[in-house]
């Protein structure tokens, strides 16, 4: 295992080696691998390196702000920040079916930075943020034949036909080695120690057919939940939201009746889910306290008009997923 403070700079060294004076190019997904990357990659070669931050209409609130506040504001990194969500919506419309919105999503996210890229056209490498695990599961993958539960998309399998050589600094590293360097780097902790998302984002969280309305009234709920994990500490100070793995919201697109003063409501349903884990192969429902549950079912229902129940998903993997499609 790697010591941080002495990985950094000989990480940064041989990106500089790597790359000399070349151009590069790294799509950022908000997530804590392609962040750490990116930072790496900047602090080796400033100005040589753009991003391209693809905003598909399927982020968490206020995910795509954060992300340019961070790298382009603090940091001054080259940013070309796309907001594609209209096409992804536009391509999503009347899908139903789970695996097909995921080769829809990840077909879109291609496209999308295949032309962002073009537009770039002296870039030599494509700079992912491949760790470890990955390049095991992906050899894995090559040799072993598993069942496909659900198919996986992530910034990875990026155009070849884009003609770059790939840069991954982080090849060798494993999730918590990535996470002592993102915070050597200076990224802040709450991006550091973010929740894993997964690639087709809330395209997987909104049950059935995906649509504009209702990830308005997921992005809202979700932020409810979350920002309530972070603010109950437990005994011992630790926040909630970094006790459990992974916890979002789950948007369930029926309706159920409800009361509010005097007039009957008939809105939208959420889980809430937590789960603990640690190899995500494998979870239990987390055991969180009745007060928090509480209060953040109160305050989804009160805060996001639309939404006037909520329920919490007290199910393992396995038989169930962590996420529900
Ligand atoms: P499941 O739902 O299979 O999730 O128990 C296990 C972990 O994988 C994430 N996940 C995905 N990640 N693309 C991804 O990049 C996907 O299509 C996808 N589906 C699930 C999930 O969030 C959890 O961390």
């Known amino acids: 295992s790697w010591n941080m403070p002495e990985f950094a700079p000989q990480a940064i060294q041989k990106v500089r080696?790597?790359?000399?004076?070349?151009?590069?190019?790294?799509?950022?997904?908000?997530?804590?691998?392609?962040?750490?990357?990116?930072?790496?990659?900047?602090?080796?070669?400033?100005?040589q390196l753009s991003c391209i931050f693809v905003d598909t209409g399927l982020l968490r609130l206020g995910e795509g702000d954060q992300v340019m506040e961070t790298f382009a504001k603090h940091m001054g990194v080259k940013v070309d920040r796309v907001n594609a969500s209209e096409e992804f919506y536009r391509e999503l419309k009347g899908v139903e079916?789970?695996?097909?919105?995921?080769?829809?999503?990840?077909?879109?996210?291609?496209?999308?930075?295949?032309?962002?890229?073009?537009?770039?056209?002296?870039?030599?490498?494509?700079?992912q943020g491949t760790i470890y695990p990955d390049v095991i599961e992906?050899?894995?993958?090559?040799?072993?034949k598993a069942v496909t539960i659900k198919s996986h998309h992530n910034v990875g399998g990026l155009p070849e036909s884009l003609h770059?050589?790939?840069?991954?600094?982080?090849?060798?590293?494993f999730k918590d080695e990535v996470r002592a360097l993102g915070l050597e780097l200076g990224l802040p902790r709450e991006m550091v120690?973010?929740?894993?998302?997964?690639?087709?984002?809330l395209g997987v969280r909104?049950?059935?057919?995906?649509k504009a309305e209702y990830a308005e009234l997921l992005r809202r709920a979700d932020a409810i939940f979350i920002e309530e994990l972070r603010r109950a500490k437990d005994s011992d100070g630790t926040s909630w939201y970094?006790?459990?793995?992974?916890?979002?919201?789950?948007?369930?697109?029926?309706?159920?009746?409800?009361?509010?003063?005097?007039g009957r409501?008939?809105?939208f349903v959420v889980a809430m889910r937590a789960v603990q884990t640690t190899d995500f192969m494998t979870a239990h429902w987390a055991e969180l306290p009745y007060e928090l549950l509480g209060r953040a079912s109160n305050r989804i229902i009160n805060e996001v008009r639309g939404i006037n129940r909520v329920t919490y998903d007290i199910s393992s993997k396995p038989p169930a997923t962590i996420e529900w499609e």
């Open 17 to 47: 080696e790597q790359v000399g004076g070349d151009e590069v190019i790294l799509g950022l997904s908000g997530g804590v691998d392609s962040a750490v990357a990116a930072a790496l990659i900047h602090k080796a070669i400033g100005n």
């Open 97 to 127: 079916d789970p695996e097909a919105k995921r080769k829809i999503i990840g077909r879109l996210f291609v496209e999308v930075f295949q032309r962002e890229a073009k537009k770039l056209p002296k870039a030599k490498w494509l700079a």
């Open 138 to 144: 992906s050899a894995g993958a090559k040799t072993k």
């Open 164 to 173: 770059l050589k790939l840069l991954e600094p982080l090849r060798e590293l």
């Open 193 to 201: 120690f973010r929740h894993p998302f997964p690639g087709p984002g």
């Open 206 to 210: 909104i049950l059935g057919e995906v």
């Open 242 to 262: 970094d006790k459990v793995a992974q916890a979002f919201v789950v948007f369930l697109p029926v309706r159920s009746v409800g009361v509010m003063g005097d």
């Open 265 to 267: 409501t008939y809105e």
